[in-house]
């Protein structure tokens, strides 16, 4: 079988189901080996299992993006000591928070979808910049959403911190041109996932397309070519 990712390294956020457990099942099979990360770590062995059974291999890092500041610092070198390169970052990771008028936001609420949104973007960006230049194709997806580009009442508090992690990326994927690495975002649109069913409670989920359906488009993005 064709594996055009093999002896590449790629490390996947939010990586415990949804569109970052696809992606990385679909990296896998492409011959990459996977760093994943996310919260649940029972989550984490069942993607694991399912990576091994098509043959690929996983390195499972589970950490809390709201919480875990100095290991979010520590991935890149973390990763490039183990392995010696890294070659590819999807940050699939995102957090809902509450759907309220913006007059109403928690210091809380705002505290936390702003640590998982945004800071989290920004030390990812920081912790793999310099191995994913020094790779030879170095790749980095960052998923974004329609309420960047479009404000919708009561998604204030997703859309800001989306908004300020698609600007990072935009102005990361300057910074980097002239280089071998290219930044990209990615908009899946309407997907049926946990944040998804969580927003839109009414909507039938078979309607919308699944993360599997997904994941090779982004899969795609990571290739050399």
């Given at each position: 079988?064709?594996?055009?990712?093999?002896?590449?390294?790629?490390?996947?956020?939010?990586?415990?189901?949804?569109?970052?457990?696809?992606?990385?099942?679909?990296?896998?099979?492409?011959?990459?080996?996977?760093?994943?990360?996310?919260?649940?770590?029972?989550?984490?062995?069942?993607?694991?299992?399912?990576?091994?059974?098509?043959?690929?291999?996983?390195?499972?890092?589970?950490?809390?993006?709201?919480?875990?500041?100095?290991?979010?610092?520590?991935?890149?070198?973390?990763?490039?000591?183990?392995?010696?390169?890294l070659d590819i970052l999807v940050h699939a990771a995102g957090l809902l928070a509450k759907l309220t008028p913006v007059a109403h936001i928690m210091p809380a609420d705002w505290q936390q979808s702003v640590a998982v949104n945004l800071t989290a973007c920004w030390r990812l960006i920081r912790t793999c910049d310099p191995p994913l230049r020094a790779a030879p194709a170095g790749r980095?997806?960052?998923?974004?959403?329609?309420?960047?580009?479009?404000?919708?009442?009561?998604?204030?508090?997703?859309?800001?911190?989306?908004?300020?992690?698609?600007?990072?990326?935009?102005?990361?994927?300057?910074?980097?041109?002239?280089?071998?690495?290219?930044?990209?975002?990615?908009?899946?649109?309407?997907?049926?996932?946990?944040?998804?069913?969580?927003?839109?409670?009414?909507?039938?989920?078979?309607?919308?397309?699944?993360?599997?359906?997904?994941?090779?488009?982004?899969?795609?993005?990571?290739?050399?070519?």
């Open positions: 079988m064709f594996r055009p990712l093999e002896g590449s390294v790629a490390l996947v956020t939010g990586a415990s189901r949804g569109i970052g457990a696809a992606v990385a099942l679909e990296l896998a099979r492409m011959g990459a080996h996977c760093v994943l990360t996310a919260r649940t770590q029972g989550a984490l062995e069942e993607l694991d299992d399912s990576i091994r059974a098509e043959g690929g291999q996983a390195t499972l890092f589970p950490l809390d993006l709201a919480k875990d500041a100095e290991k979010i610092d520590m991935l890149g070198p973390s990763i490039v000591h183990r392995f010696g390169r980095a997806v960052i998923l974004t959403d329609s309420v960047v580009e479009e404000p919708r009442a009561y998604w204030g508090l997703y859309g800001f911190g989306k908004a300020g992690q698609a600007h990072l990326a935009r102005a990361w994927a300057a910074e980097v041109e002239s280089t071998p690495l290219r930044v990209r975002l990615f908009d899946p649109g309407p997907v049926a996932t946990q944040l998804r069913a969580t927003a839109m409670p009414g909507e039938e989920p078979a309607s919308l397309r699944q993360p599997a359906e997904v994941a090779p488009e982004i899969a795609a993005l990571c290739l050399p070519a």
